[in-house]
């Protein structure tokens, strides 16, 4: 990437003071910070074009909602999907899991049927399928992880079966940085019939992602860690599937026609969209993938593999500190604990150093469990993050830990 000083100064809240320190904001898996082009893109909807959409004759409405379908474009052209109706708008993530969950699980999972999950899955792709497995008998099988961090791929290979019935995996785990052969894994479970749901909510910002080339049945990411705003996300879905599920939820907009005797569903991709949707932040979200993509994923990814390098080679150098994921394939997260502190302690000590990260179990228990810690910290990088931001980082862990010593 060049000019990233010119990059950084898109992002208004980079120059915020933390007592009285220069930001250092390395909590990016988290959440990203948004570029001015994302925060003028709402407020301008809401003071020029803000109406319902789908629903009015006059004026504003027509505009929303012209704008809000050009968001559906926006992203189905940011993902390779084959058609707009592919594209479901979700709050994130993790209403897109549960979406699959139930209106996809409920209705094709029965007693007896297999689902594949990873150990490093995020708690959003976890519990949604328990949930299932309750409701319909289902049981969970675990693709374990090694001790750097990678997928155990010959278990996953020995777990599939004629029962498995969907794999749900992270594209990136948000906890350990590790990038999953999620193609391969795709592969190998339509090959015994199985259905494949990808969590892409951290690879989206890392990683070009084309659905087609990986020929997943259903992807979900949020916009919140692509630079956009919270509260939005989307699902993919192969269109055949998304025809044959059942609505989610019920109510305004997913409907054809209502009666008291019955109600005929609306078609794709409305059929999953009840309600009045969250219009600004999805027209923010299609601002925010053009930001991102006027800069280059790519590009981008190879800034972040920079500073991951980086960022290990400066860290392994403290006595004190075990990195928590060291494979081979890694997207820019670095999880990690100190020898005798506290992650919380070590979190809040570089807080007061204006330095911001993560510290906590990062809604992976299981995984955490795995590697016998109870939390780490972590910290994740951005297309914003400077070399000077990782030191401001090293010399601050060195202070917790002479404080500590």
Not at 163 to 178: E, F, P, Q
Not at 307 to 312: C, V
Request: aromatic share 8%.
């Amino acid at each position: 990437m060049t000019d990233l000083t010119k990059h950084r100064a898109d992002f208004p809240i980079l120059s915020t003071k933390v007592y009285d320190k220069d930001l250092v904001y390395l909590d990016n898996a988290a959440t990203t910070q948004k570029p001015q082009a994302v925060i003028d893109r709402i407020v301008d909807y809401y003071q020029h074009t803000n109406s319902n959409v789908h629903r009015g004759v006059h004026a504003l409405s027509q505009k929303a909602t012209r704008e809000y379908d050009e968001a559906r474009e926006t992203v189905r052209r940011f993902i390779n999907a084959a058609h707009q109706q592919e594209v479901i708008f979700t709050r994130g993530t993790t209403e897109a899991v549960n979406l699959v969950a139930h209106a996809y699980g409920t209705t094709n999972l029965g007693e007896g049927d297999e689902i594949l999950l990873s150990h490093m899955e995020h708690h959003s792709n976890i519990v949604p399928w328990q949930m299932l497995c309750d409701r319909v008998g289902a049981t969970i099988k675990v693709i374990p992880v090694n001790d750097r961090g990678e997928l155990d791929m010959d278990a996953f290979r020995a777990l599939l079966s004629e029962r498995t019935r969907l794999v749900g995996i992270v594209y990136v785990s948000n906890a350990l940085g590790t990038i999953n052969p999620v193609k391969d894994i795709i592969s190998a479970a339509h090959a015994v019939g199985a259905k494949v749901l990808v969590d892409a909510a951290q690879a989206t910002p890392h990683t070009v992602i084309d659905v087609q080339d990986l020929d997943c049945d259903f992807l979900a990411f949020s916009g919140h860690k692509v630079y956009g705003p919270t509260g939005i996300g989307a699902l993919y879905g192969k269109q055949e599937l998304l025809d044959a599920m059942p609505p989610f939820m019920g109510g305004g907009d997913m409907i054809s026609m209502v009666s008291f005797e019955k109600t005929t569903f609306n078609h794709l991709p409305n059929k999953f969209e009840a309600g009045t949707p969250n219009i600004a932040d999805t027209i923010g979200l299609a601002a925010a993938l053009d930001y991102v993509s006027a800069i280059g994923v790519q590009a981008i990814a190879d800034h972040e593999q920079a500073l991951l390098h980086y960022a290990t080679d400066v860290f392994a150098q403290i006595d004190e500190l075990r990195i928590i994921g060291t494979a081979e394939h890694k997207a820019g997260v670095i999880s990690f604990t100190i020898k005798n502190i506290h992650p919380h302690d070590v979190g809040t000590f570089l807080d007061r150093e204006g330095v911001a990260i993560r510290a906590g179990h990062h809604c992976v228990q299981p995984l955490m469990k795995r590697f016998g810690v109870p939390a780490t910290n972590r910290v994740s990088f951005a297309l914003y993050n400077t070399r000077d931001e990782i030191d401001r980082c090293v010399e601050a862990l060195k202070k917790v830990i002479s404080f500590f010593a």
